[in-house]
């Protein structure tokens, strides 16, 4: 099977605190050995109606502001910050990458140069971001498809096509809710999505928000090779994305299982392996009694 990619999202969980976000990254690549920690970048003014920015957060308890503007303000780091994030990434051997959720953060995220940048479900009908990063960025470009369509789906990826970098392209399976039930999960996407795109992109990925790991192995055995989950110290903090995220212990059982599960999906090199002729000679009728 394909080499897989774990990435632990960190998004916001870091709380607008830079110490925090650097103990969440030394967490995933030391102790859960994780390929790639991912954040997100917002330009709120840009991104949000003066109506948006200023009504209050829908749920008081996880704001950090008085309005939702200001608690995505408090939660936003600039690009000298994210800068500092990358550093740290690379000096602990994992991957830096960001989700951007509009043209300005497309733009500052580009200009660190990061191996991968995210488009979040939310954001992968945005053409004039997306037809930036097409042209002055040389990386990978992985897209969610949450909340989307399928004829949203095949605009995007015809898009990506016509600018002749499809082959940049990762999309995710993904059910947009915080967390998602079992049921919908919704597994059998990861197979919808490989039968109309696997040929056309570079890989499909599952992205999930559901509680537990169990799905992300079936989401495995059904052919996704990135795989995303988000990521907390402690799922009780202050925020909207904690109650969906893995605390340490649960990511580095997941990437423990992801690559272990991935390395046992294959066929038999041969019709009787190594490890088997011992048994076989010792154990298979026919065998050990041949010369009685």
């Given at each position: 099977?394909?080499?897989?990619?774990?990435?632990?999202?960190?998004?916001?969980?870091?709380?607008?605190?830079?110490?925090?976000a650097?103990?969440l990254?030394?967490?995933?690549?030391?102790?859960?050995?994780?390929?790639?920690?991912?954040?997100?970048k917002?330009?709120?003014?840009?991104?949000?109606?003066?109506?948006?920015?200023?009504?209050?957060h829908?749920?008081?308890?996880?704001?950090?502001?008085?309005?939702?503007?200001?608690?995505?303000?408090f939660?936003?780091?600039?690009?000298?910050?994210?800068?500092q994030?990358?550093?740290?990434?690379?000096?602990?051997g994992?991957?830096?990458?960001?989700?951007?959720?509009?043209?300005?953060?497309?733009k500052?995220?580009?200009?660190?140069?990061?191996?991968?940048?995210?488009?979040?479900?939310?954001?992968?009908?945005?053409?004039?971001?997306?037809?930036?990063?097409?042209?002055?960025?040389?990386?990978?470009i992985?897209?969610?498809?949450?909340?989307?369509?399928?004829?949203?789906?095949?605009?995007?990826?015809?898009?990506?096509?016509?600018?002749?970098?499809?082959k940049?392209?990762?999309?995710?399976?993904?059910?947009?809710?915080?967390?998602?039930s079992?049921e919908?999960?919704?597994?059998?996407?990861?197979t919808?999505?490989?039968?109309?795109?696997?040929?056309?992109?570079?890989?499909?990925?599952?992205?999930?928000h559901?509680?537990?790991?169990?799905?992300?192995?079936?989401?495995?055995?059904?052919?996704?090779?990135?795989?995303e989950?988000?990521?907390?110290?402690?799922?009780?903090?202050?925020?909207?994305d904690?109650?969906?995220?893995?605390?340490?212990?649960?990511?580095?059982?997941?990437?423990?299982?992801?690559?272990?599960?991935?390395?046992?999906?294959?066929?038999?090199?041969?019709?009787?392996?190594?490890?088997?002729?011992?048994?076989?000679?010792?154990?298979?009728?026919?065998?050990?009694?041949?010369?009685?």
């Amino acid at each position: 099977m394909d080499k897989i990619t774990v990435v632990a999202e960190v998004g916001c969980n870091h709380k607008g605190d830079m110490t925090i976000a650097k103990e969440l990254i030394a967490t995933a690549a030391i102790f859960c050995k994780v390929d790639a920690v991912k954040f997100q970048k917002r330009s709120n003014r840009e991104l949000l109606t003066p109506e948006q920015y200023n009504t209050p957060h829908p749920n008081p308890m996880n704001s950090y502001g008085a309005t939702y503007g200001e608690h995505r303000e408090f939660l936003e780091f600039d690009q000298d910050q994210h800068r500092q994030l990358k550093q740290w990434c690379d000096e602990l051997g994992v991957v830096y990458s960001c989700s951007v959720w509009d043209l300005t953060s497309a733009k500052e995220i580009a200009e660190l140069e990061p191996k991968f940048i995210k488009i979040p479900s939310a954001s992968n009908q945005h053409y004039e971001m997306l037809e930036y990063l097409c042209k002055h960025y040389d990386g990978e470009i992985h897209a969610s498809v949450g909340m989307t369509t399928h004829q949203e789906e095949q605009a995007l990826v015809r898009f990506f096509e016509k600018h002749g970098r499809a082959k940049d392209l990762v999309i995710y399976s993904c059910t947009s809710g915080y967390p998602v039930s079992f049921e919908d999960i919704c597994l059998l996407e990861v197979t919808r999505l490989k039968e109309q795109f696997e040929q056309r992109v570079k890989a499909i990925g599952f992205s999930g928000h559901h509680l537990g790991i169990a799905a992300d192995i079936g989401a495995l055995t059904l052919g996704a090779t990135y795989f995303e989950r988000h990521f907390t110290l402690d799922r009780t903090w202050k925020g909207t994305d904690h109650a969906a995220s893995l605390e340490p212990d649960g990511m580095r059982r997941l990437t423990r299982d992801l690559r272990n599960v991935s390395k046992s999906l294959r066929y038999k090199s041969a019709e009787l392996l190594n490890v088997e002729l011992p048994q076989r000679k010792k154990l298979k009728w026919g065998e050990y009694n041949k010369n009685d």
